[in-house]
């Protein structure tokens, strides 16, 4: 089972298994953050799970879609680093990924 590790907006942070397969979003989600809104369940239609994801993972992350990046450009939090953690799906590969939660817009 991969692991993740979250930043909070608070700056705390915390080491979560996660079943590959789920999205970023659903891990951090069952694990209990819940300043993770992700009003939308998934359906890349509210930007609520945006993540800043650490540099170092950047290559081995799912493409950006058109539909993902035009809801990043809504939020002022938006930087080089910026994904939807929906849009993410967590896998073996991605084991140790670290996302810090985005601000709320
Ligand atoms: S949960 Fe709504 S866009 Fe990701």
């Known amino acids: 089972m991969p692991k993740l590790i979250v ?3 608070e700056g705390e942070e915390r080491e979560v298994m996660g079943d590959a397969g ?3 979003m659903e891990v951090i989600r ?3 953050f ?3 809104l992700a ?3 998934g359906c890349c239609s509210c930007a609520t799970c945006h993540v800043h994801v650490d540099p170092e ?3 081995k992350l799912p493409p950006m879609s058109e539909d993902e990046n035009d809801l990043l450009d809504s939020s002022p939090d938006r930087d080089a680093r910026s994904r939807l953690s ?3 799906q ?3 590969a991605l084991d140790g990924l670290r996302v810090t939660i985005a601000a709320e817009d």
Do not use: H, K, P
């Open 39 to 41: 009003i939308c369940g």
């Open 57 to 59: 993972f950047a290559a």
């Open 90 to 92: 967590f896998t073996n």
């Open 30 to 32: 069952d694990n209990g």
């Open 86 to 88: 929906c849009q993410m």
């Open 34 to 36: 819940d300043e993770l």
């Open 22 to 24: 789920l999205s970023v």
């Open 7 to 9: 930043v909070t907006r």
